[in-house]
């Protein structure tokens, strides 16, 4: 995985307005966060202004989006930035994007799979692990804590995972 890789900040979820402003869904740390970057997908987005919607969301002009047809037009898109761009980390720190696509495998050694998403459904951070496929069908999936009793260790190349936590069912 490359330092520049994309990484999506936000999504278009469709035109607020007649003046070509869009609404975000925002995937960072909100609308200040976002304010930090000018420019989005390899600066063929331009931001003239953003704000935030007062909903846990963003409302966005883009210097290239005309018109409300234009706006709608950009429904789906992602908003990405270059990994790079993104601010530097402390200890014990991660982006979600760094997460994405590391091997996973237990404190025995035992080679568990891949973390194919990142969630946090209020009590932190859970990664989820798919184990490798069986005779073409998708390999059975499974849920870990981002906890030090869980995930006792990480770095850019696999995850490490506490044996008791990746029992299988």
């Not at 994309?6 to 607020?16: E, F, K, M, N, S």
């Not at 931001?47 to 966005?60: S, T, W």
């Not at 601010?87 to 025995?108: K, Q």
């Amino acid at each position: 995985m490359g330092i520049d890789r994309p990484v999506t900040l936000a999504a278009i979820i469709g035109a607020h307005g007649v003046a070509g402003e869009v609404r975000l869904k925002l995937f960072g740390e909100g609308v200040a966060s976002l304010k930090q970057f000018r420019a989005f997908n390899d600066s063929s987005l331009t931001v003239e202004k953003l704000k935030d919607d007062g909903k846990g969301g963003a409302i966005a002009r883009f210097a290239e989006v005309a018109d409300r047809t234009a706006a709608e037009k950009l429904r789906g898109t992602a908003l990405t930035v270059p990994r790079s761009a993104l601010p530097p980390l402390c200890e014990g720190e991660y982006y979600y994007a760094d997460l994405l696509g590391l091997s996973a495998v237990s404190t025995n050694g035992e080679a568990l799979g891949t973390c194919i998403a990142v969630e946090n459904y209020g009590a932190g951070d859970v990664l989820e692990i798919e184990r490798p496929g069986i005779e073409g069908k998708r390999g059975k999936r499974f849920m870990v804590p981002m906890r030090i009793e869980a995930v006792p260790e990480w770095n850019g190349e696999r995850l490490v995972i506490s044996a008791g936590f990746a029992a299988e069912d």
